[in-house]
């Protein structure tokens, strides 16, 4: 399958490589990135997890045909986080819209800036009814990210066997969104 690349002003959102593994380690292996969105809050800094992490969100896009991106900055082609989408068929809380951002890019939009991207794919070419954001009650960053992309709190939830707060939007709710922007 062909991952469709998505191309915003300041990122470019592409498939995984392989040689992503050190970049996605590194990410990974940061306690301050990691801390509200592993299972059990513990860093995963080797090649192993990193390259394990890279064949399931490819395998997500050979099985369902949409997935979660890799991240560069456009100006400098550095790999800065992960972005996109995730449903896989068991205990899940629907299709949900995640980022991950190295800690040095954030606070610069970029999270809000691939979210959006991948909200617009997710509607206009998946064709996705609703999306939905599983956020740790302590992610504030997060929710702020959710709220700018126009979702709103739809319940309490648990994702991984932890509480979680289900952000969501639907399609008709997006489209009078970008209607007035």
Do not use: C
Not at 151 to 179: C, Q
Request: zero cysteines.
């Amino acid at each position: 399958m062909q991952i469709p690349t998505l191309t915003t002003d300041r990122l470019i959102l592409r498939g995984y490589r392989e040689d992503d593994a050190p970049a996605i380690a590194a990410l990974h292996g940061d306690p301050e990135v990691i801390r509200y969105i592993s299972p059990d809050g513990v860093p995963e800094p080797s090649l192993a997890d990193a390259w394990d992490h890279i064949a399931r969100h490819v395998g997500h896009w050979a099985l369902k045909g949409y997935g979660k991106w890799a991240v560069d900055e456009r100006a400098t082609g550095r790999f800065v986080g992960r972005a996109g989408l995730y449903d896989p068929p068991y205990d899940w809380v629907g299709l949900e819209l995640g980022w991950t951002f190295a800690r040095d890019v954030w606070g610069r939009g970029y999270a809000t800036e691939a979210g959006a991207a991948a909200m617009r794919w997710a509607f206009e070419t998946l064709g996705a009814n609703e999306v939905v954001s599983a956020i740790h009650p302590g992610n504030a960053a997060s929710i702020r990210v959710a709220e700018r992309l126009g979702e709103r709190k739809w319940r309490d939830g648990t994702l991984n066997g932890k509480p979680a707060l289900i952000y969501g939007i639907t399609k008709d709710e997006w489209r009078a969104r970008n209607a007035r922007t």
